[in-house]
């Protein structure tokens, strides 16, 4: 079984390709696309010691030539320098425009390497394939690339579209559990600001904390499901003009807690997880969604093993003066993504202080968090 | 007077506009197109030396919220390092995405801004006010930004364009002669290329290699036909799918020249110069494009106090290796712009390495020139 689902862009479309074992198939799925005759994959070492070899013989098996990069893990790596030395290695290697930067990892790697394909000879073919849940439903498709600035992140990039998304649902076996968890935030996150479908789904599922407790069937609803509303919010608003906002719905005060916590405390998902609640709690307070529709997604939050609780030792006045500082203020305004029903949100700039200062109050934990 | 050029992208258009002492008028432009309050100028110590105060006075009057960073002078500085320092300036004065890099200088600042502005936070608005004829005629019209790598001219870059390009006329009394001629190679090149009107009128000039000696009306003149040239090219062909290789013309063999003397002898229109001389030869010998034609070309060329011949140290085999280096080759095959016409060239990848080497032969100086 594969699925296939379009994107469709002004100046370009793609195929998000979902399908068990298809990694064996990236060779040949390349090669449809006519492009040039050689590929740098780019990956970190961990991936590419469980997926490298079978990515390189596909790709060799298609007749492309092929040659490989690795980066250092972790997220410190996410700048310039990092980039400087796919640069390099793009350049030993020949690269031509028509040439190809495959990403193998998660958004580490993808973001960092479509930043490279955007960029290297003012642009060369750029195919994802995601390695970890975060990465399938979300960073993988969309177009955004980039890095980190040494004073925030991904401050440096650019929107890039991939000419392919390849997705194997077979590789999280071996991703780390918690990173697992991270990634069904933003699968919950699609449910609220899309899809209320895919949300009763999860609510029926008996766990959604464990990838060995979920049927093969369930998890290709959810890469499918996530993937679709994904491309159909890019699709109307490639540049975040406008509805891609919504996408942000609970990384508002999610990015505000990962900034505040240095990024230690908690992966980006987790974050999510308790921004979204957070937020539930603003709209519900406005008298926008029903106390019931706040319980549901809290509910859901916690079946996927995420935090609900804002860390107790971070202070209100320290998060909001954190929101301001974030790349999508306009005008000093804070933009709030706020859920009306499940599968529907607004977005709004008319969210007082007051009121966040209320809801993170309510969302915050009574216990001290060990940073 | 004023000369407005529009230009129309799939998903984005702008002005060229073109007028005496518009530069007073930056900021009131810059007002019409309502982006946000933010306004960081790009320069360097001479140019803003010249035109800062005016510049900034224009921003400040307009009500625009004002910040300047200025690059070293010189190619050396076209480099990431020099990005990250843009980058850092933005980031101290809290630029937001409706906020506006504004390029005032040559093709080195706007290459480096346009850049800047294409990656800092995915993309913020750009403005170019080119100074130099270079920068007026070619490198600020089209999109194209970039930096160097330490093994490569340009390898580093985006197409990105601006959403406003302000050209004074004026500005051009402080550009060094020798700068003002390497502008006139490019003027020269949209007359073989596209405009066969502009090469008759600069024909008709009595002199070409001096502004003081080319009439207020003949320089606008020049600007118009060339921006409106450059233009209507990159309007059909943004991102270099195939027409836009045209602007290439003399610039094969002209960067191979630059390079292999190490950007050090010649600057670039001369050796853009030298590579319209050789194309001529080229096709003269393969029955394109008449004697008759060559000599007009190269007659005016001269005209403009351009050189005509190849260093006499150069080995065409030398020159024909770097040729296939060019970031533009594809699997392998170096593209040749060749004229059929005065107003029309041809773009072709069938030139044998013999015709090349007869070509250059020909063109090469007896002289051996000093290094």
Redesign the interface.
């Known amino acids: 079984m594969q699925s296939v689902i379009k994107v469709n862009l002004?100046?370009t479309k793609y195929d998000i390709a979902i399908a068990p074992n298809i990694l064996d198939r990236l060779g040949d799925r390349i090669k449809d696309l006519k492009l040039?005759?050689k590929v740098l994959l780019v990956s970190n070492p961990e991936i590419f010691n469980y997926y490298g070899e079978t990515a390189l013989k596909s790709l060799e098996n298609a007749g492309f030539d092929v040659c490989a990069h690795l980066i250092p893990p972790g997220e410190i790596h996410k700048n310039?320098d990092s980039i400087?030395k796919i640069?390099d290695t793009a350049?030993d290697n020949?690269l031509?425009?028509?040439s190809t930067l495959v990403a193998l990892g998660g958004g580490v790697v993808g973001d960092m390497t479509g930043?490279a394909a955007?960029?290297?000879?003012?642009?060369v073919n750029f195919v994802q394939v995601p390695t970890s849940l975060l990465a399938m439903v979300d960073a993988s498709v969309g177009g955004?690339?980039?890095v980190n600035?040494p004073?925030?992140k991904?401050?440096?990039?650019?929107?890039y579209q991939p000419r392919l998304v390849l997705i194997d649902p077979n590789v999280l076996q071996t991703l780390p559990p918690r990173e697992f968890r991270a990634g069904m935030a933003e699968v919950i996150k699609y449910g609220i600001i899309w899809d209320a479908d895919l949300f009763t789904e999860l609510e029926k599922a008996d766990r959604l904390d464990d990838l060995s407790s979920i049927s093969q069937e369930l998890l290709e609803n959810i890469l499918i499901s996530s993937c679709q509303a994904k491309a159909d919010v890019v699709s109307q608003d490639e540049?975040e003009g406008g509805l891609r906002a919504i996408l942000n719905y609970g990384h508002t005060i999610g990015h505000a807690i990962e900034s505040l916590t240095n990024y230690e405390l908690l992966v980006h998902g987790e974050a999510v997880a308790i921004g979204m609640v957070a937020a539930g709690e603003i709209a519900q307070n406005l008298g926008m969604w029903s106390a019931s529709e706040t319980q549901r997604q809290d509910r859901l939050i916690q079946k996927a093993g995420l935090p609900t609780e804002i860390p107790a030792n971070l202070k209100a006045s320290d998060i909001i003066a954190t929101l301001k500082?974030d790349?999508?203020?306009?005008?000093g305004k804070v933009r709030f993504i706020l859920p009306e029903k499940i599968g529907k949100v607004i977005i709004t700039d008319r969210v007082e202080s007051e009121a966040i200062a209320a809801a993170i109050s309510k969302v915050r934990s009574e216990e001290v968090a060990a940073i």
Not at 118 to 123: E, F, K, S
Not at 327 to 331: E, H, I, P, T, Y
């Open positions: 002004p100046q040039g005759k310039l400087q640069y350049l020949h031509e425009r028509s930043f955007a960029t290297w000879l003012r642009g955004k690339t980039g600035h004073r925030g991904n401050l440096i990039g650019a929107f540049k500082t790349k999508k203020v306009k005008a």
